[in-house]
């Protein structure tokens, strides 16, 4: 505790030390803000790679002073630009004495302008010997320290422009998502297809199984919701007879976060008339050879180790195919429901009361199929229930013309012979509204204006969904989506103050900021509130007595694959090992927030698998029934209680 206060009394005194230098730069009239432009003519990687021709000019290169070794009256620094790091030699006989000073006096992530001539040092390091140096900008904080670098992942996230300064291959990978879309974009436009833009609020969001944003419109008095896909209002320009449309863009799902999924993310989705879903997968196997070949050079990506062959024919499998191959289980044989949720149960998947045959079927295809699929593989003809928007086979109607794209396991592409009949539309989205009253939040709600699109008649279109964070994962080789995002969803730090400050912008003028504080107060009323009946039965103090109540520290939180509902916790229990418990709590928090958290647990019960994961403990949870539906509050103890310690 006291190397911590320590080191906070010597950051705040660098801070002050920053402020001052910055003072008096203004009071000698050097303030660097006054400057507003600096003419750069070369950058660090260009001066390196030619060298030969520009050893003894005159250069002029601009960035971040990341690196300064004082000599007496000569001195070294490294400026970093987009490009990289070069080294700069500043002497006091080539800038002046007074300038000397100044640069003597400059700090590690100022950003500066040198002007000198190209060499080579008596070490080979290509250099320029500075004639002029400029400050530009006083950074008034410090950079992480060089050795360490930024390496927590939360403040790599919140300030990604100190996670750009302080990892190249952070902006390397940010320099490859570019060029990735730059490479989609090419390919697209070279066979025919028009880049579109089509409305991110709308009235219906509709085109995904997904829970949306809602927001209200103030002008209209009007309620609308960010859009989930981008599927309908691009299939209403083939029905305009635009033939070959395209979007990258931004949609929102109102969902949980973990290494692949993040609420607002970037999705492409394509539609070409006159082709069928077989036109998508020659399409999607070409996109993605030009697209690799063209940003890393080869098409043959490694992803987490594991090699992949983007240059050989994918493989092309059927959802029911996949599933005999993977559990033994052939739905060729099960005909009716009962027999579907027979099967089920004998394999222990967990299925709902509104689960159909083909329902049952996915579940069986996500629990046994999913983790094999690390090659490209296309996965075709998928059940009906699971397809509101896809043509049905013509010789088996209970599936349809869809496939999904599947690499490392990854589901990366979705795509459909369209449904182009208006009245066998409207009946799918009839059986989606039933869904939705049964409870499903996700299903598709009816759509009438994009039922009189099809009714003024569209052509066989085939279409596709491509998530293009996990393609930038998977040919950056990054190991979560937050590590392609450049700001990926975080929850707010010191949320209470930031609902302050909102209530207060949002008050009339005569409210005092002390009212508005007070308004956001959370109060509980209780009085329709059902907990569970006290237990009647008694356990002897001894039984009880020996379970083993601890404070815990969670040092990882993550959703659980295929699972909605469980958590993984990775734990500090004081024993100086790991603990790892699974907990179905996803409904009440996300992960994030749990990380840091102290909680409380029962750590000597015996290890047992759920989801294939052993859970060595149980997270302990308060329960009660609102309005019949069960509201969850996970106890989070005081954070001065240490890991391990014992509950009496």
């Known amino acids: 505790m006291a190397e911590q206060k320590k080191q906070e009394q010597d950051l705040n005194q660098l801070l002050k030390v920053r402020r001052e230098k910055l003072a008096e730069l203004q009071a000698n009239g050097k303030d660097p803000f006054k400057i507003v432009k600096y003419d750069v003519t070369h950058h660090s990687q260009e001066v390196k790679d030619k060298f030969e021709e520009l050893e ?72 320029i010997h500075a004639a002029e140096v400029t400050l530009l900008s006083k950074s008034l904080q410090v950079l992480p320290e060089k050795f360490h670098g930024l390496t927590n992942t939360d403040t790599r996230y919140r300030q990604r422009y100190v996670d750009l300064i302080m990892n190249p291959e952070v902006k390397d990978t940010f320099v490859k998502r570019s060029k990735i879309l730059s490479a989609i974009r090419r390919y697209l436009d070279g066979q025919g297809f028009m880049e579109v833009e089509t409305p991110m609020l709308v009235a219906n969001a509709g085109g995904a199984a997904a829970r949306p944003f809602e927001t209200h419109f ?51 989705e394509l539609y070409q008339a006159y082709t069928d879903y077989h036109g998508m997968m020659d399409l999607t196997e070409n996109l993605y050879r030009f697209v690799a070949q063209e940003v890393l050079g080869t098409t043959t990506i490694t992803y987490n180790g594991v090699e992949m062959d983007l240059g050989k024919p994918f493989e092309r499998i059927t959802m029911l195919d996949a599933v005999k191959k993977y559990s033994g289980v052939d739905f060729n044989e099960i005909h009716t429901l009962e027999e579907a949720r027979a099967a089920a149960k004998e394999h222990h998947i967990e299925y709902e009361e509104r689960h159909k ?142 609902e302050a400050n909102n209530a207060a912008q949002s008050a009339p003028a005569e409210k005092t900021v002390e009212k ?96 294939g994961i052993d859970s060595c403990g149980m997270i302990i949870s308060a329960t009660h029934l609102v309005e019949g539906r069960e509201g969850l509050n996970v106890l989070i103890l005081d954070d001065k209680i240490p890991a391990g310690a014992k509950l009496y």
């Open 218 to 268: 103030n002008a209209l008095d009007e309620d609308f919701k960010l859009r989930i896909s981008l599927e309908l209002y691009l299939k209403r320009l083939i029905v305009g007879g635009l033939e070959r449309v395209y979007e990258i863009g931004r949609v929102f799902r109102n969902e949980g976060l973990d290494t692949r999924h993040n609420p607002e993310f970037t999705l492409m």
């Open 56 to 127: 003894g000019q005159s250069v002029t290169i601009a960035g971040r002073m990341m690196s300064k070794r004082v000599m007496g009256k000569a001195s070294f620094c490294h400026v970093q630009d987009l490009q990289g790091t070069i080294q700069s030699y500043v002497a006091r006989d080539s800038i002046g004495e007074e300038s000397y000073k100044d640069f003597k006096k400059l700090d590690v992530g100022d950003v500066i302008g040198i002007k000198g001539e190209v060499f080579k040092t008596k070490t080979g390091e290509i250099s």
């Open 357 to 498: 045959k083909g329902d049952i079927l996915n579940l069986f295809f996500e629990e046994y199929v999913e983790e094999h699929l690390v090659q490209p593989t296309f996965v075709m003809d998928h059940p009906i229930e699971i397809s509101p928007l896809t043509k049905k086979k013509p010789e088996n109607p209970e599936y349809v013309e869809r496939f999904e794209f599947f690499m490392n396991g990854w589901e990366m592409a979705n795509a459909y012979s369209e449904l182009n009949d208006p009245i066998d539309q409207r009946e799918r989205f009839a059986a989606q509204e039933e869904a939705f009253a049964q409870g499903d939040e996700e299903a598709n709600h009816t759509d009438e204006d994009f039922l009189n699109a099809l009714e003024v008649g569209m052509p066989p279109t085939g279409g596709i969904g491509f998530g293009i964070d996990r393609m930038c994962m998977l040919l950056t080789d990054s190991a979560a989506i937050r590590d392609v995002l450049l700001f990926p969803t975080m929850k707010s730090m010191g949320a209470a103050k930031n």
């Open 516 to 611: 508005a504080i007070a308004e956001v107060k959370e109060t509980y009323d209780f009085s329709n509130v059902e907990v569970e009946p006290l237990f009647k039965d008694m356990v002897d103090f001894e039984t009880f007595s020996k379970s083993d109540f601890r404070a815990v520290k969670v040092k990882e939180c993550e959703a659980v694959p295929k699972s909605k509902k469980l958590l993984k916790f990775v734990l500090d229990d004081g024993s100086g090992v790991d603990r790892v418990i699974l907990s179905g709590i996803h409904d009440y928090y996300e992960p994030e927030f749990l990380v840091g958290k102290t909680l409380l647990a029962i750590t000597n019960l015996p290890p047992r698998k759920m989801m």
